[in-house]
């Protein structure tokens, strides 16, 4: 899998990493995800899609801002 971008992003139930790639079925696939309770998990997520973005050189875009 080659991805172009990884984004945060928060849904009304989830908090989730969602990594885009030309090779998934959809175009993208979420890779981490956990329930949206108190907003508590954000900082973690920012961490790993900073840490993922900086690994595989690709852009990290945080939609929950």
């Known amino acids: 899998m080659t991805p172009t971008k990884i984004v945060l992003e928060q849904t009304n139930t989830h908090i989730q ?3 885009f790639a ?3 079925l959809k175009g993208s696939t979420v890779i981490e995800s956990v329930p949206f309770k108190s ?3 954000l900082p973690t997520f920012r961490k790993h899609g900073t840490a993922y973005a900086k690994r595989f050189s ?3 875009v945080d ?3």
Do not use: A, H, M, N
Request: zero cysteines.
């Open 22 to 24: 030309p090779e998934t």
């Open 58 to 60: 690709i852009p990290f």
């Open 17 to 19: 990493l969602r990594v």
């Open 63 to 65: 939609q929950t801002i």
């Open 39 to 41: 907003g508590k998990s």
